[in-house]
């Protein structure tokens, strides 16, 4: 009886796993030009969410500063591609900004292993820093939260203040290449858009491995009961410390697929608002869900385009009515839904992820 | 449970059906514009075109204005039979103040409406970010804010000021009317840094003395220590490129420390009508702007201008130099089009060259090798009314020379390009 469950359970999973990858495939036979872009930078977003889930939904660390590694990935890129469209000369900005000689930082972004090795490790790297200062010290909930916001503000203001460096307010655009290839080309947009379904699968894959792990269960034990933890012999910092910094790392990689499709960088990418966007994603997704994160950045960024598409005036208003919809009566997100479905409650059951799962207050 | 899953259910398809709706409304339209076939050949009675303005977020107060006289400019020209016989049908969406917004909603408007040309933008950073999209699609934009110029690309026209329009005559004529030392103030972002570093190697060139740089990042609103530095410099002039709400406070509290316009000179070059109205007039009444027009220019053209804008969008609104710029854009494309018997981007900008128009603010003509407008620059000072009283304007309009070239100081800053 059980294993015949099961089989089904399997069977459904797979059956949803299959169509999500068809739609996911077959979409450049659908869609235009434009629409595929759009689409593969939600996509890209969904990366984000899944490195937030992450350390919000499984590790109970909310982090409002997500903005920053995305931005770290996505300037790593476009100061790679802004060298390779400026051909040896140096970048327009700085050359308006009153810089004579590239700076030494922007040298190594000549290369693309460098440009790309450096948009993951970069974020990841200023995560596992910023996480040995905070939860080594046991600092966590709300003062973490702020602190996150604190290195919101710092980057941002960084940033726009070392104009001659970053391209300040404006960031950096105008690039066209990758490689050779024209980014403008239909047929350079078809590959990126596989490039970031490949990576969005990956980032799945890679998430699902490790909440499905040993380290995994940590993570969810942390999130339930620190201290019990800590009682048991873990040490939660470090679980904590690789958490961040993986989820860092997955937003940074977003970031740089958000500039080959977006084609501009700046710092209101980085700001308060986005990063706590991205947070509003997992949150309606559901967080604790990974599909359900990845959903809610997708669902949300396209409500998005459509409500301000069609309602240029009062979008704004629709967005509000749909947070609210779903904060009053989805409390666990879209994904939430799911769940109410009989079969998957009863398989959740099993595992012992019921619907007492309790989240530390923020 | 149960219940809840009914609930749940129930209040998820109120969402969708507002997503359908909203999908079925965008469907609506398209089918609609959509029966021109397409783009630049517009059969049936209809040209789309783009207006692309910030109507949320921090830059919605200065967007919505231009996007409504843009609005008015598409009416009156429907009114009078549109062009080549064919109605104008605006497609308006919303930059949202955020830059990559502006290349998304580009990119739509020119891939997914397939509109003759696009009216938008006001910050830099939001050119910037468009720019790209219009060079890759070869779509054509027009934007209507004065701006730190070292630009021309072939698919924008610049209707407002580029820097030999508006700063660099400004820096003249106080070196002349008010003294030798400046100090400058500005919000951290590309035109103030730009700006200023234009005004620094004119300084030197004209025997000016620069006494005092200092930026504060956007929305800043504490000028204490700045203003105790502006205290103790002492300059002549104080020249202000602070942008929006910054302004609000830099005035009040100069007002507070005791500094009236007859103590020293301040000039600003994004103060104009619409921000006096926010500003309050007793703390800036004395001031001077710079800028190309002014509600109060005098112009039979103008009056007809202001009285229509006012008729349509309330008596207590004002006009300014960046709502006229945006008016007189929707027209110079018109004409062009006209000129070309065609909305083709390239048949549009050949026609354009030279291309003459007697706007609100006087006589302007399009300049064809880097497509921004001879205009007349003014500079200005704040009357008890709200309004400028003209002090000075340069006569005829001035040859737009966005990389300085014919400054001999300048030969630094546009190297390169």
Known sequence: MHKRLMSRQRLWLLAGYAAAATALFCAPLFLSDFRLNLLAKFLAFAIVALGLDLIWGYTGILSLGHGVFFGLGGYAMAMYLKLEASGGRLPDFMDWSGLSALPWFWKPFSSFGFAFAAGILLPALLALVLGYFTFRNRIKGVYFTILTQALVIITVTLFIGQQAFTGGTNGITGYGKLFGQSLASPDTKQMLYWVTVIALIAAYALCRFLVKSRFGKVLRAIRDGENRVRFIGYNPAIYQMVAFSISAGLAGLAGMLFVLHVGIISPSMMGIVPSIEMVLWVAIGGRGTLIGAALGAILLNSAKSVFSESYPDAWLFFMGLLFVIVVVFLPKGAAGLLGQFKWLRRRRAKHGEGDGVHYPAV | ?417
């Not at chain 2, 921000?275 to 800028?291: F, K, T």
């Not at chain 2, 110079?332 to 018997?341: F, H």
Request: glycine share 10%; net charge negative.
């Open chain 2, 1 to 417: 449970m149960r219940k809840n899953v009914w609930k749940s259910v129930s209040l998820l398809l109120i969402a969708l059906c507002i997503v359908i709706t909203g999908c079925s409304s965008d469907n609506k339209e398209k089918t609609n514009a959509g029966t021109d076939g397409g783009a630049n050949t517009a059969s049936d009675g209809e040209i789309k075109v783009g207006i692309l303005h910030s109507l949320s977020g921090t830059m919605a107060i200065s967007e919505v204005s231009v996007k409504e006289a843009e609005m008015m400019a598409i009416d009156e020209i429907n009114a009078k039979g549109g062009v080549l016989g064919k109605k104008l049908v605006p497609v308006v969406e919303d930059g949202a103040s955020d830059w990559p917004t502006f290349a998304e909603k580009a990119r739509k408007l020119i891939s997914e409406d397939g509109v003759a040309t696009v009216f938008g933008g006001w910050t830099s950073a939001s050119r910037k970010a468009m720019l790209p999209v219009f060079e890759e699609l070869n779509g054509l934009l027009w934007y209507p804010v004065q701006y730190e110029g070292l630009e021309a690309s072939p698919n924008i026209f610049y209707t407002g000021a580029t820097t030999n329009q508006q700063i660099v005559p400004a820096v003249t004529w106080l070196l002349q009317n008010r003294g030798k030392t400046f100090f400058l103030l500005g919000s951290d972002y590309v035109f103030p840094r730009t700006a200023n570093k234009i005004i620094k190697e004119q300084l030197k060139a004209e025997g000016g003395e620069l006494v005092g740089e200092e930026y504060t990042p956007l929305g800043h609103t504490d000028y204490a220590t700045i203003i105790s530095k502006i205290k103790a410099a002492k300059p002549d002039v104080v020249f202000n490129t602070l942008n929006g709400d910054s302004n609000v406070a830099f005035f009040k509290q100069l007002k507070d420390a005791g500094i009236t316009a007859k103590d020293m000179t301040t000039l600003s070059v994004s103060v104009a009508e619409e921000e006096i109205r926010g500003i309050g007039v007793d703390v800036l009444e004395g001031h001077l702007a710079a800028w190309n027009y002014y509600q109060s220019t005098d112009t039979p053209e103008n009056k007809t201008f202001v009285e229509n804008y006012k008729k349509k969008y309330g008596a207590d609104r004002v006009t300014a130099d960046p709502i006229e710029a945006g008016y007189d854009a929707v027209y110079l494309w018109a004409a062009a089009v006209e000129k070309a018997g065609s909305t083709d981007v390239a048949k549009v900008k050949e026609a354009a060259k030279g291309l003459e128009w007697d706007a609100p603010e006087g006589k302007i003509k399009i300049d064809g090798d880097n497509q921004h407008i001879y205009k007349t620059v003014r500079i200005g000072e704040v009357q008890a009314d709200g309004q400028f009283k003209e002090l000075w304007n340069s006569g005829d309009p001035v040859k737009p020379d966005p990389y300085l070239k014919g400054y001999d100081w300048a030969g630094s800053l546009s190297a390169g390009n």
